[in-house]
């Protein structure tokens, strides 16, 4: 190997280095998401928001070789401390185009996943009444992911930027899918504890197909212990896998359209049958 291609690697692996330091530091301002509106995704990049290398706000322009390294890097940050969401989200974005591009295909080959991607939606406490949700009848969806939220103390904005995506279109997609885990997880009646992360981590893996995803679904097995992993194994992990093929797509639904259906007509809709094991909403395995 020469030693300009040498230096040409010492210096990515410094940017990779610098770019992961950023990503631990950078959080979701509640502004951000609308850079992924519809029209702000058609202004010039050369904005005063924007460098001419940003394809859209807080877009950073990596190479190949910086997008295989930084998913290494935070692959293995992420086995060491599963806490590190910074992580996460750099391995699946630097991870995860091609299937990103298969979502987009999928998206639009239905009507609904066109619109979402026309419109581009945001799930935000700026784009959601989460007052209105609170007052709706219990068994709406709306509902439902209201008291998702107020009992396990998540807040709507917490999702991270996508950073390491260079294409808007696809961007967009990989927020959707963060801001739609939350949906995902009161749609299929699975709460935050470690079981129930599993569970859904396998539903992601089969329908997005993002390498982030199946990650976790292969690895998050291993960290529950034997009585845990007996009720994976006997009953959620077929549940999952079912799910996961024979439902509708999940990210062609425009959530926002349906706060007020009554969720068991819309998981009948989407094919989703809810969990056969009635114990592990109340396990004690909070992530």
Same mark, same amino acid.
């Given at each position: ?9 010492? !210096?990515?692996?410094?940017? &990779?280095?610098?770019? @992961? ?33 940003? *394809?859209? $706000? ?28 910074? @992580?996460?989200?750099?391995? !699946? ?13 999928? @998206? ?19 784009? &959601? ?6 007052? *709706? ?11 998702? #939220? ?10 991270? $930027? &996508?950073?390491?995506?260079?294409? $808007?279109? =696809? ?23 470690? *079981? !129930?992360?599993?569970? &859904? ?18 690895? !998050? ?48 809709? =989407? ?11 109340? #396990?004690?395995?909070?992530?």
């Amino acid at each position: 190997m020469s030693k300009n291609v040498l230096i040409m690697h010492f !210096g990515s692996t410094l940017r &990779v280095y610098s770019l @992961m330091r950023h990503a631990r530091s950078t959080r979701l301002l509640y502004a951000a998401p609308a850079s992924f509106s519809h029209r702000a995704s058609h202004t010039s990049s050369t904005s005063s928001h924007q460098t001419p290398q940003q *394809l859209y $706000p807080g877009h950073i322009l990596t190479s190949p070789f910086q997008k295989a390294l930084l998913t290494g890097i935070s692959a293995f940050a992420a086995i060491r401390d599963p806490a590190r969401d910074d @992580m996460i989200c750099a391995m !699946g974005e630097a991870s995860g185009s091609c299937a990103l591009a298969s979502i987009k295909k999928r @998206m639009l080959a239905n009507p609904d996943g066109q619109r979402i991607l026309q419109e581009r939606p945001i799930i935000s406490k700026e784009t &959601v009444d989460l007052q209105y949700l609170s007052q *709706l009848e219990e068994h709406t969806l709306g509902k439902a992911y209201f008291n998702f #939220l107020n009992l396990n103390g998540f807040d709507p904005d917490s999702r991270r $930027p &996508v950073q390491f995506v260079d294409d $808007p279109e =696809l961007a967009y997609i990989m927020l959707r899918y963060r801001q739609m885990h939350d949906i995902t997880h009161t749609i299929l009646d699975m709460k935050p504890n470690m *079981l !129930g992360e599993v569970a &859904v981590k396998w539903y992601e893996a089969i329908q997005t197909g993002l390498p982030m995803c199946i990650a976790a679904a292969i690895g !998050g097995p291993f960290r529950l212990g034997p009585k845990h992993r007996r009720i994976w194994s006997t009953q959620l992990f077929p549940w999952s896998i079912k799910n996961g093929f024979n439902s509708n797509f999940m990210l062609n639904l425009y959530v926002e359209n349906h706060w007020e259906t009554p969720i068991e007509e819309l998981r009948a809709r =989407l094919g989703i049958t809810t969990a056969p094991c009635n114990n592990v909403n109340s #396990l004690n395995t909070k992530l």
